[in-house]
């Protein structure tokens, strides 16, 4: 897994669309205080669904929309394109680009993308999940979650462990099985009933 290139149009202080692109190799952003070193990261983290407002430092998702300066008039929307390199499940060995975009109006909810095509904010979240690259995942370590991480209680400590190995995957659908196998028993329970009504 790997970040190819990041497009940013309309996302905080990004008014005009910019391309930042990663070559191998590139370990840190620098600048000057206040240039938008952290909007970069706020943007990486939003294009892969984070939900949570207070994580990209903002009170409210339109946050996220450059809200105007003295000279130039707020936007009425955010993009956040991202093109990764991720392994080809099918041709195991090697490696393709996705392409993931996140779009977000002022009055509507957001769209995401897949490789253009819209898909659901879940679609996202299960191409991403074992990478390590998911919102909750350990990709984006925010100040101070250095110390959280060391003293942190063995279960979530696991659950970052879990992630890394890549068997967070198989959790989730082990979890989303059960719950169906459940949901069957109590149809079944419910057709029993019918059916000794019915005799
Ligand atoms: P430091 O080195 O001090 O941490 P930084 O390079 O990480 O700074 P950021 O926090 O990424 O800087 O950027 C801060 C700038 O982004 C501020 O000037 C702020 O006004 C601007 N900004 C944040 N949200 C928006 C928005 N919605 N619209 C316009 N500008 C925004």
Do not use: H
């Not at 590139?26 to 205080?33: F, L, R």
């Not at 095509?117 to 390590?132: A, F, N, P, S």
């Not at 696991?158 to 099985?177: N, P």
């Amino acid at each position: 897994m790997r970040l190819i290139a990041l497009e940013v149009n309309g996302f905080k202080s990004f008014a005009d669309p910019q391309k930042l692109t990663f070559p191998v190799g590139m370990t840190a952003v620098v600048g000057p205080n206040g240039c938008g070193k952290s909007n970069i990261s706020d943007s990486l983290a939003w294009v892969l669904g984070e939900q949570r407002a207070t994580l990209l430092r903002g009170t409210e998702m339109a946050d996220v929309i450059f809200a105007g300066t003295g000279q130039r008039r707020p936007m009425g929307l955010a993009e956040v394109k991202l093109t990764l390199e991720m392994p080809d499940p099918a041709l195991p060995g090697s490696t393709r680009e996705v392409v993931i975009s996140r779009r977000l109006y002022r009055d509507t909810g957001s769209e995401y993308r897949i490789n253009g095509r819209e898909c659901r904010l879940k679609d996202v979240q299960d191409l991403l999940m074992d990478t390590g690259m998911g919102t909750r995942a350990y990709s984006f370590i925010q100040q101070g979650q250095i110390d959280l991480i060391l003293s942190t209680k063995p279960k979530d400590r696991r659950s970052l462990l879990e992630e890394a190995a890549g068997i967070t995957r198989y959790k989730v659908r082990r979890t989303d099985a059960e719950r169906r196998l459940e949901e069957t028993r109590a149809n079944l329970l419910r057709l029993d009933d019918i059916l000794f009504e019915l005799n």
